[in-house]
Structure formats: structure tokens, C-alpha cells
């Protein structure tokens, strides 16, 4: 029974988190809010006042914003699409009976932990790179002609790098996942000879499916925002300018704050029509 | 007859397993290889997998050239102030939110993770006008804070994870026995709390030493950490690929053994407790 003297207590101790994160969130959301209906160029002119919704209109009618939105959708897309499918296969794999699990699990989680300046820089330079990447050794080994990867095939591989940071945390999660997957149903299954395959669809598939959700939100969150990967890589050339990285050039390359921030509000909303579906879900859990 | 089945199936597993986990530690375990070759050895073609003479001469040249101990001291001061500061702003709340719920509770702990969903951004340069007005761009106490108020929601959320695991009954015990609030806090529950704010304590350091849009975007000569180092190697310093290997091991050696201890936090502190 929790009394009214610790219920305040709790307040109390409540209120610097709650706080901060207030000021965190409102203070620079209105601040875009403000100048996203301005013209306002520090560099030529500063705050030039006010234009209704020209910047919205602009950020969208601009040549670079449809590119941009399918960039954005191919990066996240693809790297959703390889780091599910074959999370989902590694982390049956992993679940098997085998020697040294411990020492795999340890590789495999491994690119997580690098940081995304580093992966960028070590995949273009030492793997991609058109005379000496492994790569085109590996390509000349064969006879082919060399690729410069990051300028021919620049999407895919942006979407090999990142995919390659985001794998590990698929395969952890779906891997915690499986684990609580009750073994006897599957035994049950056998017994009664149920094939792999349809163990596989009807059992295993449908237990995974809420980690899958959770890690398809959680990862479209964190990709739709990517920017050091494509930073140290292309700078946003080469058709890689995604909706996050547009922004970014809009208000610190051109320094045209009024069309950035609107960009800026589309950039909220698009990610919090994610966010209301994770949240739905982890409030769930929280009743439970 | 069935056992050598199983046998042969585990034998199968295990092949399949540590070539694929091979293939994909492959580029980490090729950077600190490199690391140690000189750079015509790096580039060399056949591609020298182990039979090379070993040098140190990269790690020497980059301590050297670039003031690497500043960048690292950067880092480490980032990582851990924001984190620090993170938790005792959060063990606070986590406790009031475990041990007193209220009817509000989890609306404020999903309205804490909502903050966590803004893209950076949209935010990006409210930030940047603030760090300017208030004289702290490019200095460390502006990302301690700003990294420290990104991770603050998971913070917040793996503590309460973590202390709503903790039972209740031996809170109102002590309460019986007479403790006040602080000897409740600094006896009973701090104890028991001390490894989840440790596994807290890990993970967090990890987002914040890894962080890299703020950390690039708001820094420039003095309080550049380790992300920001790497990036300088864009171009064209990129090109030497001993040296470079030997930045990048220095920068993610730390990180990759801290990583290990935290494997398992990292499911439930990432999914906000959504998979355990």
C-alpha cells in the first residue's frame, strides 16, 4: 500500500527525468515547427519571415525529394528484407545442438558492436574499392572486370553494409525468441510426422512472428534515420541521398533552414506512423 | 543407429554455423589482420591471408600523426559522462515508477519511449542553434548532455525493467522495520538493484561510444570522440589500409569485448523489455 507521503515522494523523484525530457522533446520540435513556415537562410539574409506552407510545398515538389523517398525506401526495405530472412534462418541454425555455440554466437553479434563510421570506411575502402577492395581481387581472380561498387551499384551496396551492422540484433532477438519456443510441441509434431517444412510454417514461423514485428519496427526506426554510412561513403551521391541525409544537406550544406525543417516534419511523421504501431505492441506487454 | 544420426547432424550444425559466423566476422577479423601489414602488403593481390611479416609500425604512425589520445579521451568522457548522468537521473524515476505505480505510469514510460522515436533530423538544427547560442558547439559537454537525453528513455525503461523484477514484499518490510526513505534506498533496494544498473551502465556506454549523428554533425576540432576520427579518414587517407585498419581496431577494440559481456541485456534493453 503505497501512502500518500511516498506517492509524492514519487513525484518528486519522477520530475527531473520527465522534465528533461519535455524540454527535450517540445523545445527543438517547436523550434522546427517555426521555422518550417519561414523563410530563413542564416547565411544570406537570416530570418526573412513568414511563408505560410511554400516550404512544404517545395520540399516535395523539389527534384531531389522522389529520389530521395526511394532511396529511403530501398535502403530500409532491403535491409528489413535480408536481415529477417536470414535472421530468422541463422537463428534456427543457432538454436541447433552444436560445438562451440557460444564462440558463434560471439562472431555473429559481433558488427553490431562496430562503430558505423567504421563499417562504412572498412566495407568502401578495403572490400569495395575498384582497384584494391577484396573484392576486385576476387573479381580479377575470376577475370571479371572490377566493380567500383559505391558509384555502379551504389544502393545495393549501402544495403550490403547496413545490412551487415543490422543482422546481429535480428538474430539475437529472433534467437531469445526461439528459445522459448516449447521444444515438446515440436517433438509432438515429429511424432506425428509432421514434416521440416511444416513444422517450420505451422509451429516455428507463427512463435516468431511478434519478435518479428518487433524487430521489423525497432529496425525501421533506427534505418529510416541512417546518415554515417552514407556520410563516409557517397556523401549522398551517386542516387544514396536518402530523406534523413536530404535534410541534413538542406540545413547544414545549403544552410536553407526554413525548407529543412519542413523536410523535418515530414521526417517526424513518417517516423512516428512506425512508432504508434511499437508502441502498441511494447504497452502490451507492459499490462502483462 | 539413432545416435550416430544425431551425431552426424550435429557434426553438419556445427560446420554450417561457424562457417556462416566466420563469414560474417570476416571483415572485423581482416581490419585488425591489416592492421598489423605494412601497406604494400595490405594491398597486395593475391590478398595474404596470415603469412606476412607482422608490424606494429601502423599503430605507432597513426598515434603519431593524429592526437589519437584526445579523440579516445573525448570518447571515453562522452560515453561515460552521458551515461552516467543518465542513470542518476533515471534511477529515481525507474524506482517511483516501479515501486509507487500510478494509474499514469505507463502512459509516461510509452510517452518517454515515443521521445526516443524522433528522428535527430528533424531536430537537427534547433540543436545546432541552441549549441551556438549557448557557446557549446563543439565542446564535450554538449553531446554529454544530448546523447545522455537520447538514451535517457532506455535508460529509464531497462532500470524499471529491471527494479519491477525486484519483489516489493522486501521494500514494505523494511518499511515495517522502521526505515526511512533513504536507508530503504541505500540498504535494501540499491543492493539488489546494483546488476541491473551495471547491465544498464553497459549497454548504454555502447550506444553513446557508437553514436555517430550527433557526434559528426556537432563536432569539429576540440571535442571530436572516435566516430568522428574514423570519419576524417574518409578520403584520402582511407586509402592506406594498414593505417587505417590500425584506427579502426583502436577505436573498436574496446567496444567489441565490452559487447560480449553484454549480449544478453542487449535483447530486453533494445526491444524495451518486449523480448526477454
Redesign the interface.
Given at each position: 500500500m503505497?501512502t500518500q507521503h511516498?506517492?509524492s515522494?514519487?513525484?518528486i523523484?519522477?520530475a527531473?527525468?520527465?522534465v528533461?525530457?519535455l524540454g527535450?522533446?517540445l523545445?527543438?520540435?517547436i523550434?522546427?515547427l517555426i521555422?518550417s513556415f519561414k523563410k530563413y537562410l542564416p547565411m544570406r539574409g537570416g530570418d526573412l519571415g513568414w511563408v505560410g506552407f511554400e516550404n512544404y510545398v517545395r520540399f516535395v515538389s523539389s527534384s531531389a525529394f522522389w529520389p530521395s523517398v526511394s532511396a529511403t525506401l530501398i535502403i530500409v526495405g532491403g535491409v528489413l528484407a535480408i536481415t529477417i530472412v536470414f535472421g530468422i534462418l541463422?537463428a534456427i541454425?543457432?538454436n541447433?545442438?552444436?560445438?562451440?555455440?557460444g564462440?558463434?554466437?560471439?562472431?555473429?553479434?559481433?558488427?553490431?558492436?562496430?562503430?558505423?563510421?567504421?563499417?562504412a570506411?572498412?566495407?568502401?575502402?578495403?572490400?569495395m574499392?575498384p582497384t584494391?577492395g577484396?573484392f576486385a581481387?576476387l573479381w580479377?581472380?575470376f577475370g571479371a572486370e572490377p566493380v567500383s561498387w559505391l558509384s555502379e551499384a551504389s544502393l545495393p551496396s549501402i544495403v550490403l553494409i547496413v545490412s551487415?551492422q543490422w543482422?546481429?540484433?535480428a538474430t539475437?532477438?529472433l534467437l531469445?525468441?526461439i528459445q522459448s519456443l516449447d521444444s515438446e510441441q515440436l517433438e509432438a509434431a515429429e511424432m506425428d510426422g509432421a514434416p521440416p517444412l511444416k513444422r517450420f510454417a505451422f509451429i516455428t514461423l507463427p512463435h516468431l512472428s511478434?519478435?518479428v514485428t518487433?524487430v521489423l519496427l525497432?529496425q525501421t526506426?533506427f534505418l529510416?534515420?541512417i546518415?554515417?554510412e552514407i556520410?563516409?561513403t557517397t556523401g549522398g551521391a551517386f542516387g544514396t541521398r536518402t530523406l534523413?541525409y536530404l535534410?541534413?544537406q538542406r540545413?547544414?550544406e545549403s544552410q536553407n533552414?526554413g525548407l529543412?525543417?519542413a523536410g523535418?516534419?515530414y521526417?517526424?511523421i513518417?517516423?512516428?506512423i512506425?512508432?504508434i504501431f511499437?508502441?502498441r505492441?511494447?504497452?502490451k506487454?507492459?499490462?502483462a | 543407429m539413432a545416435r550416430s544420426v544425431?551425431t552426424q547432424?550435429?557434426i553438419i550444425?556445427?560446420a554450417?554455423?561457424?562457417g556462416?559466423?566466420?563469414l560474417?566476422?570476416f571483415?572485423?577479423l581482416?581490419?585488425i589482420l591489416?592492421s598489423f601489414k605494412t601497406e604494400a602488403t595490405a594491398?597486395a593481390?593475391?590478398?595474404v591471408f596470415l603469412a606476412f611479416n607482422w608490424t606494429m609500425e601502423n599503430y605507432t604512425a597513426v598515434l603519431e600523426r593524429s592526437n589519437y589520445a584526445k579523440f579516445l579521451w573525448n570518447s571515453i568522457i562522452i560515453a561515460g559522462g552521458s551515461t552516467i548522468l543518465g542513470i542518476i537521473?533515471?534511477v529515481?524515476?525507474a524506482?517511483?515508477?516501479a515501486?509507487?505505480p500510478?494509474r499514469r505510469t505507463?502512459d509516461?514510460?510509452?510517452w518517454?519511449?515515443?521521445?526516443k522515436?524522433?528522428?535527430?533530423?528533424?531536430?537537427?538544427?534547433?540543436?545546432?542553434?541552441?549549441c551556438i547560442k549557448l557557446g557549446i558547439l563543439d565542446s564535450r559537454i554538449a553531446l554529454v548532455i544530448i546523447l545522455m537525453?537520447m538514451n535517457?528513455?532506455i535508460i529509464?525503461w531497462m532500470l524499471y525493467t529491471y527494479f519491477r523484477e525486484i519483489p516489493g514484499e522486501i521494500l514494505e518490510a523494511a518499511r515495517m522495520d522502521g526505515a526511512s526513505?533513504k536507508e530503504e534506498i541505500l540498504y535494501v533496494l540499491t543492493p539488489m538493484a546494483i546488476p541491473g544498473i551495471a547491465s544498464t551502465l553497459l549497454l548504454n556506454f555502447?550506444l553513446a561510444?557508437?553514436e555517430?549523428?550527433w557526434t559528426?554533425?556537432l563536432t569539429a576540432a576540440n571535442a571530436a570522440p572516435?566516430?568522428?576520427f574514423?570519419?576524417s579518414?574518409?578520403s584520402p587517407e582511407?586509402?592506406f589500409?594498414a593505417k587505417?585498419?590500425a584506427a579502426?581496431t583502436m577505436?573498436?577494440a574496446p567496444?567489441?569485448i565490452?559487447?560480449?559481456f553484454s549480449?544478453k541485456q542487449?535483447?530486453s534493453g533494445?526491444?524495451?523489455?518486449?523480448?526477454?
Open positions: 503505497a511516498s506517492r515522494a514519487a513525484r523523484m519522477m527531473p527525468a520527465v528533461l525530457l527535450w522533446m523545445i527543438p520540435l523550434m522546427t521555422f541463422l541454425l543457432l541447433q545442438p552444436m560445438w562451440g555455440q564462440v558463434v554466437r560471439i562472431l555473429v553479434i559481433a558488427p553490431f558492436f562496430v562503430m558505423p563510421t567504421v563499417s570506411l572498412v566495407w568502401k575502402n578495403m572490400f574499392d584494391n577484396l581481387h580479377r581472380f551487415w543482422l546481429p540484433f539475437l532477438i531469445t525468441a511478434r519478435a518487433i525497432i526506426i529510416l534515420a546518415f554515417a556520410f563516409v534523413t535534410i541534413f540545413v547544414l533552414i529543412g525543417s523535418g516534419v521526417a517526424i513518417l517516423a512516428n512506425v512508432a511499437l508502441m505492441i511494447v504497452g506487454n507492459l499490462d | 544425431k547432424r550435429k550444425n556445427t554450417a554455423a561457424w556462416i559466423g566466420l560474417i566476422f571483415p572485423i581482416w581490419t591489416t594491398i593481390d593475391p590478398p537521473i533515471a529515481p524515476a524506482w517511483s515508477m515501486f509507487v500510478s505507463k509516461i514510460l510509452l518517454m519511449l515515443s521521445t522515436m524522433l528522428p535527430a533530423v528533424g531536430v537537427l538544427y534547433p540543436i545546432y542553434l541552441i537525453l535517457l528513455p529509464v526513505l555502447i561510444w557508437n555517430a549523428f559528426l554533425n572516435l566516430t568522428a574514423i570519419a579518414y574518409s582511407g586509402l589500409f587505417l585498419s579502426s577505436a573498436i567496444i567489441l565490452l559487447g560480449w549480449q542487449l535483447v533494445l526491444t524495451f523489455g518486449a523480448v526477454k
